[in-house]
């Protein structure tokens, strides 16, 4: 099982995860300072021409895939996120095309073993409007529908494909508005548990889409977010 971007926050919560549940475990990522007893792959996921690559060698190494975890992602603070294109450009090349390629790697793979399952990891920003982070949000939307693309494109051959959505967890991206006391209150204030999450409250979400638990789902988003896309507000 290869998760990506998992050297920290919610990839490495989920590879620990499938890790405990005894499932051999495969991370990519750029660096690695977090240690797990995983077969660790280092890629940038920016350098696209060694995705595929690295994808095969993995299959020819193990023999299977049997799901794959997109969790890498990027978010790029701009004074001028409307007009910054290199933010914009760096943002989709990791959130969105080397996922889009990881996808397209393993989906052979997978369908030549009539089974395997894809989660992308999206956000609630996929869905919902936030301010002055527009590559982001473009980025996670577009993944959002990569997902859906996969599910019918490849559903017929044993592949699913399907979204899980973060709401507000506390990792290095989101730690700033973590730690300011207005910011804090005001994504509190907005789910209807009123608490933050944590990157361990995606691992069973994760372990359930991985497995025959969700063999009749494929498509679909299965939102973390302590009901932040419900609350309508009074």
């Known amino acids: 099982m290869i998760v990506t971007g998992s050297n920290r926050g919610i990839g490495y919560a989920i590879a620990n995860g499938l890790k405990e ?52 992602g990027i978010s790029v603070s701009s004074d001028s996120p409307y007009s910054d294109i290199e933010s914009f450009d760096m943002t989709l090349s990791i959130n969105l095309t080397a996922a889009f390629l990881l996808c397209g790697a393993v989906c052979p793979i997978m369908a030549s073993q009539s089974r395997g399952s894809i ?12 301010p002055n982070n ?5 980025s996670k939307a577009g993944l959002r529908q990569l997902t859906k693309a996969i599910a019918r494109d490849w559903g017929s051959l044993g592949v699913r494909a399907n979204n899980l959505c973060p709401g507000y967890i506390r990792t290095g991206m989101t730690e700033n508005s973590y730690s300011d006391e207005t910011l804090h209150a005001q994504r509190l204030e907005q789910t209807l548990l009123k608490s933050w999450g ?12 991985i497995s025959d638990a969700s063999k009749y789902m494929t498509g679909s988003d299965l939102y973390v977010d302590a009901g932040w896309t419900a609350n309508g507000g009074l």
């Open 21 to 72: 549940q005894n499932a051999r475990v495969i991370r990519i990522g750029r660096k690695f300072d977090s240690s797990l007893d995983t077969d660790d792959r280092t890629l940038d996921l920016h350098n696209h021409s060694e995705i595929r690559a690295t994808i095969e060698k993995i299959a020819s190494e193990y023999g299977r895939i049997d799901a794959l975890v997109n969790n890498a």
């Open 119 to 130: 989660i992308n990891i999206t956000s609630i920003g996929a869905e919902l409007g936030f």
């Open 134 to 138: 527009p590559a982001y949000q473009v």
């Open 198 to 209: 944590e990157p361990t409250d995606l691992i069973g979400p994760a372990i359930f889409l």
